[in-house]
Each structure stands twice: as structure tokens, then as C-alpha cells.
């Protein structure tokens, strides 16, 4: 599978909104006023993939030296073809790019698959925020710390 990542457009947002309502439950899926609210944060940003059409996508958040990633979505198809990996290191290099140093994201404790995926990139979990989600379903506090580019430390007095 040929992977395309760019910017998000605002006419993206229709395509972005279904596909997050595909990849959730509904309990748990973005309204469109909040898909659209996350998009307006300060520091937003969202990288989406597409070939022909969007198949995944990823929206993050910064401010000063603290990333966070708001949601990573793929299509169930598309999955397991490296969408979400690529998807997440661009927004790795954009969010490094930008001067931040910890990366932090929530996800479901019960989401095995979730789990390994971040695990395999380097996430590691820092707690467990009870009843986060709708259930009540807790959620673990993930983090990763991004390492110093050799020209940024090399900038340091």
C-alpha cells in the first residue's frame, strides 16, 4: 500500500467526522462540534492520509514543550498496512519540529490492540485515569519523551 500523509483541509472535515463514527463506538466517538473544537485548539494540528481517499488521520495538540495526541483514526481496512506508524511519525517530527519534548495520549484499558501499538512505538503508560470513558471504561496516561536532535543540543549554551 502506497501511503500519502498531508495537511488537513477544512473540506476534509465531513470525511474526517465519518471516519471517526467508524473507528469508535458511539459513546465514545467525537461529535462534530467537538471534532471541530479540537481543530480550533491552540497548537492543533492534523495529518491525514490519503490515496485516492482518506483512510486515517491524526490530530494533535501542543503547547510549549507538552504534545498530545487527540486521536489517531484508521480505517478497520486499512489497518495493520503501516497507515497509523506513518501517520504517527509525522506528527512525531512535526511536534519535534515545534519544540516539544513529552508526548502524552489516553487510551481505553481494555483496547489490547491499542495498547500494543503504543507500546511498540515507544509509549509507555504513567497512570490510569478511572472512568474516563463512558461505561465506566478507565484509561491509561501514555507518554513518550522525544529525544533531542543532535543540531538542538548542539544550539543549548
Same mark, same amino acid.
Given at each position: 500500500?502506497? $501511503?500519502s500523509l498531508r495537511t488537513y483541509r477544512p473540506e476534509d472535515f465531513d470525511v474526517l467526522y465519518r $471516519?471517526?463514527?467508524a473507528c469508535y463506538e458511539p459513546e465514545i466517538a467525537y461529535?462534530?462540534?467537538e471534532l471541530k473544537n479540537y481543530l480550533r485548539?491552540?497548537?492543533a494540528d492534523c495529518v491525514v492520509?490519503?490515496?485516492a481517499e482518506i483512510t486515517g488521520f491524526c490530530m494533535t495538540a501542543n503547547q510549549a514543550a507538552r504534545g498530545y495526541i487527540i486521536t489517531i483514526d484508521v480505517l478497520a481496512e486499512f489497518r495493520?498496512?503501516?497507515v497509523g506508524s506513518m501517520l504517527l511519525a509525522e506528527v512525531k517530527r512535526r511536534l519535534s519540529a515545534q519544540g516539544v519534548k513529552e508526548i502524552g495520549l489516553e487510551t481505553a484499558t481494555d483496547n489490547d490492540s491499542a495498547i500494543a501499538f503504543w507500546q511498540k512505538h515507544g509509549?509507555?503508560?504513567r497512570g490510569v485515569w478511572k472512568h474516563y470513558y463512558p461505561g465506566p471504561r478507565d484509561a491509561f496516561a501514555m507518554t513518550k519523551t522525544l529525544a533531542q536532535s543532535a543540531?538542538?543540543?548542539k544550539a543549548r549554551p
Open positions: 500500500m502506497n $501511503i $471516519i471517526d463514527q461529535s462534530k462540534r485548539f491552540p497548537g492520509e490519503e490515496n495493520r498496512h503501516g509509549y509507555r503508560t543540531a538542538a543540543s
